[in-house]
């Protein structure tokens, strides 16, 4: 049981840091692209 918690914690831990990292990647990479505050909507897909 240990183990499988352990596993289940860092796979949760990885998946959300790849998810942070993702989301402020592709956030950085709209504010590029679209160098205008609140143009279009913004944090919508």
């Known amino acids: 049981r240990l183990r499988v918690a352990d596993r289940g914690l860092r796979e ?18 709209k504010r590029r692209r679209k160098p205008k505050p609140g143009a279009g909507g913004n944090g919508t897909v």
């Open 12 to 29: 949760g831990i990885l998946l959300s840091l790849m998810e942070a990292d993702a989301s402020r990647r592709r956030r950085r990479r």
